[in-house]
């Protein structure tokens, strides 16, 4: 498939130019999420076929396959795709603004840092699970401030804010070490099924605010991506093209921030997606830029294809989907780096 641009003109007179590829690849990783969701509501200790979900969802299953779908599964479906999603754009973000295919939330610190707000929770409060999830998104939000705030000089650049994130993720690991040598055996337990990341047990009350937080974030996110897109090629020239920098990077750095410490706090911190999801989704678009639809996609179908591998290879309850997730994308990132390599850029 080549990629080609074409203007497309809108009913103001409006003339934009459309990427055909990308936003092929953006339509197909679309399905593709859909379409392995509802193989994923069908499967489980009571499999349902994909044509009788499909009819469920239109309302037109029997009382049993209508609990199944809506009550039991489709919440965890839902609260997959939003957690991929986010995950797969705040990555884009944080690649794009620090310039860096290793600047994403797994090595600058905020899933430690969610995981820090968490274990406060669990370990010092013994909180419940909403008490928990508030932490873990306070936590990412302190720690993405912070490492903004030190990476600071005269504007935040792309390798020192890298460089800052390792340091602060170094420190708030040890942190998050300490808390569980305080704890008891059951905050333990409990403490380390949630570092692990799953998608069991979820519910509506997962799915609203992070439906309502992507409903708000998504149209601000690619709203500024003209501007983001802009930066990638340094902030002298952005400034000459009429970016307001500093403005647009806090911003999205803001952004992003929320999108990861929101879906670290629905599902625990799920590792690589918002590391894999950009980088994937740029190879297949070969488009430049930050593709933020294609990375946002990316992370759905990753995520809910991830869940359904570990029910279908070890059960509904034995395998969390972090550690799928954790195992595909760090056989990626070495593979990435043993190709970086050969090809000299490293």
Not at 284 to 298: K, Q
Not at 315 to 336: C, F, I, N, R
């Amino acid at each position: 498939m080549k990629t080609t641009n074409r203007a497309v003109r809108t009913p103001g007179g409006l003339s934009v130019r459309l990427d055909v590829r990308a936003f092929t690849v953006v339509l197909l990783l679309l399905v593709a999420a859909l379409a392995a969701s509802v193989v994923l509501i069908g499967t489980g200790d009571f499999p349902i076929p994909a044509a009788d979900v499909l009819r469920t969802l239109f309302g037109e299953g029997n009382a049993g396959q209508e609990f199944i779908v809506n009550e039991l599964r489709l919440p965890r479906v839902l609260v997959g795709l939003l957690v991929g999603a986010s995950l797969g754009l705040g990555g884009a973000l944080f690649q794009s603004i620090s310039r860096n295919p290793l600047g994403s939330p797994d090595v600058l610190g905020l899933g430690q840092g969610a995981t820090a707000g968490a274990l406060t929770m669990i370990v010092l409060f013994s909180g419940s699970a909403n008490q928990v999830a508030l932490g873990a998104l306070v936590g990412g939000l302190v720690t993405g401030l912070a490492i903004y705030v030190l990476a600071w000089k005269r504007g935040v650049h792309g390798y020192r804010l890298v460089l800052v994130g390792i340091g602060v993720s170094a420190i708030v690991t040890a942190v998050n070490g300490y808390l569980l040598t305080k704890s008891d055996i059951v905050d333990a337990a409990r403490a380390v099924v949630w570092m692990t990341g799953s998608l069991d047990g979820r519910d509506w009350a997962q799915v609203w605010p992070l439906l309502g937080l992507c409903a708000v974030l998504v149209p601000l996110v690619l709203s500024n991506a003209r501007g983001l897109r802009m930066m990638e090629m340094g902030d002298d020239v952005s400034y000459a093209l009429g970016v307001r920098v500093e403005r647009v990077r806090l911003l999205l750095m803001v952004a992003a921030v929320l999108l990861t410490a929101s879906a670290t706090a629905a599902a625990g911190p799920v590792s690589f997606v918002a590391l894999t999801a950009p980088q994937l989704a740029r190879r297949l678009t070969r488009a430049p830029g930050p593709n933020l639809p294609a990375s946002l996609c990316m992370g759905a179908a990753l995520l809910v294809v991830a869940d359904w591998l570990s029910q279908r290879a070890f059960g509904a309850e034995q395998l969390p989907v972090g550690v799928v997730t954790g195992v595909l994308g760090g056989a990626y990132l070495l593979w990435l780096l043993v190709t970086e390599r050969k090809a000299g850029r490293i």
